[in-house]
Each structure stands twice: as C-alpha cells, then as structure tokens.
C-alpha cells in the first residue's frame, strides 16, 4: 500500500510531531528524532530545507507549502521543494493533519500513547498513524502457552488492541507460577490457566475478543489442527484421557462472535503486511487451507519438539509465526514468516554450526545448555521474554517498524551491554523449508 502514496494524498503535510526537526551548529537539518535508524540529516546550505521543515506544521496544503518555500527563497525552483517534501513523506517523517481517526472515540483515547509511537516508528509513507492501529484491529491470533513468556505477551497483545487472542494452555495455576506470571492471582490457584487467563485478559480490554481452550499439544497433527482454527485436537480414539477440551468462548458484549471460535475456515477479511506477504509468496508452497490467523505466537516450550512442529505447521499453512524464551539470563525472541529467510530450523542448525561447542561426532548440542525439570525464571526473565514476543508480533501484523523475518532477538541479562541478534540465510538443504522439503 505504501507505494501509491503520494504528495496529493496528503491534505496537510506535517513532519510528525515525534520527528521535530531542529537545525545542528553547522546549518544541517535533523529530523526524525535523533534514535539510531530513524533519524536523517540534510545539508541546507541554502536554508530553504528548513524553511519547507517549519512550513509544514499541518497548517498549509502541499501547494501552499511549496509557496511559502518560494517567497522566502524566490530563486529556488519549485519542483525542487516539491520533490524535498516527496522524500520527507517517501522516508516517513510526514503524516497528514487533517487525518480523520477511524475509531470509536473511546478507542481513540485508549491507543492514544500507542498510535504516537507507532507513528514515531513507522517509516513508511502513511497519512495516518491509525492505519497500524487498524490492522491490529483487524488481527487474529493463536496464542500457544499463558504462563509467563505467554502471559506478558498476551497482556500486551490484548492491552495494544490486536483484534482477537485465541489461548490454549493446557495447565492449572500453581503456587511455583505466581514468581512471574501476571495474569493469575493467589484466587486462583487449581483453576484452569486459560479461564484465569481469558477472564484477566477480558477485563483489560473489554473491546477486543479474547477466546481460550484447555488443550495440550502432544503430537504435530495437534499443533497443525490448532493452526488450522480446529477446535478438534486431532487426537485418535483412545487418546490421553486426562485432556479435557474445554473452551471458554467469548460472552457478553455484541462483536463477541457467538460461539467464542476464531472463526470460519478461510483466510481473514484483511491479512497484516507480513502475513500478506507470505501467502502471496512462491515459496513453499503451502499444502494446507491458509490458517484464519494472521499469525501465531509460541510461548510454549513442552513438549521439546513444540518448536519444530510449529515450524512444519506454519511453513505449510503459509502462517508468520514468532516465539520467546529463556534459558537463564539469556532472553531471545524469533521472528518467521514462511518464504521469507530463514526458518526456525534454518536458524537453529545456523547457531548451532556458529557456536562452535568442540562436540564430538553424534555429540547431542544440548549437552552444552543444560535444561533443567524446574526450568530458572523469574518476573524479569519471563516480563522480557513475553515484551520481546509481543512486539515481534505487533510488528509483523502492523509493518511498524519493519522487520526482516528469519532471525532471534534478545538480551543477555549478564551482558547488557551485548546485544543478542542471530541471523542467518536460509539453508537450501533445510529438512524443513529447503529445496527438497
Ligand atoms: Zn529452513
């Protein structure tokens, strides 16, 4: 959508208020704030940049801006500014002031610090920041896992507006969980963690849906039911008894749908840039109906392969996902979107030949990460994970900011000072996404 925009599109030119721009020692203009990739700077050694900076305060048309240029620097050609103002709005440091908000006023004043940063991120040509807002509107996701990783991104999934949160946990609330896991109370210790859950989550933002199901995800076919928006787990007569299927549906208010689903099969009315893109994409081709969520988010780390089935399952949906987790002080989150970079499996065969662990032939890699029955975490460690998780998914269902898919994200608490970013291409000969897959 970004590409049709242009100077006409904008009723009133404004530089965002988030990108004000000021004038350095040596007559250069700086806009766009000075935050490492969003800023520019722009020699003016005429002074006409800034003139045509300052004019657009949102109170002139592009015309009227291009004017006001001229009559302070009547030599200037007034294709000249014309084009300037172009490639401010091309780098995204204009939106449109006369902008109609698309929502609810009372929607309006619960994003109103949430619109402004996506604005302020947002590097793509739009007249309004409420686009972004829109699209979470518009947005369905499956959430797998509520307990600490899953519960702060759900908080901030549910608190940010994304349209429709889908749960599914298959755990009870213990007393061990209550170190760093926000959505449950000392209230509701044996209680299912996904009714907890949803009932929290409700009652923070009563103007989304959120829906939840206690399931346990036991097997790959179970994990691909659930991309596929079954409320059947896929498991055989004569199954685990000890799963029950229960669903807690949404109640209540009018745009609940009825029977608390995620929805009738089939793609949704309005797909996010990242999950558009990767429908549309050659490669692979997808060998299941396309999932009706735009994306989902793995907060679940049992059973051990949950990973690699959620990456099977997503890849052959054609379905962007992203995950978190910790091990010890170490925070990561990842971001896939099917057809673009590497995949889940990609990445990991890729950190595991980039960590040179010295093991031998046949030497399993996990010897050298010990994973441990009462896996350490603590508020800090799961708050991170699950903010980490959130924005990977607000970014690939907003495009704010853009994100190259294929790669983890994260922070060593141990090394602040040392960011985390493991990314590599995609493997040709991967089992999973490769060309032979
Ligand atoms: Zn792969």
Known sequence: MTEAVTVEAFGRPRIKPEHRAYRTVDGNVRVGSVIHGIGAE???PQGWVWTLVEAMDGSRGPSEVVAEVLRTHPDLPGEDARQAMADLLAAGFVDDARASVPVPPREEDRYSRGVPLLRWMDLAPRTSPWDAQLRLRE???????VGGTGGHAAQALVASGVGHVHCVDPDAVELSNLNRQPLYRESDLGRPKVEAAVATLRALNSDVTVTGERREVARPEELAALVAGSRQAGRP???PPSVSAAGWGATGAEHHKPDGTPGPAGPPAETAEGAGRALSS???APALPPSPYDLLVLAADRPDAIRQWTNRACLAAGLP??????????????VYVPGQGACWECLRDGEIARRDLRLGPGQDPEVASPRMPWNPASAVTAGLSGALLAHAALALLTGVPAMEPGFRFGVNLMLPGDPVHQRTPRHLDCPACGERA
């Open 139 to 145: 947005a369905r996701v499956l959430l797998i896992g």
């Open 282 to 284: 050659s490669t692979p």
């Open 237 to 239: 007569p004569g199954g």
């Open 321 to 334: 996902w992203v995950d978190a987790g910790y091990r010890g002080p170490l925070v990561t989150a990842g």
């Open 42 to 44: 722009i020699a003016d």
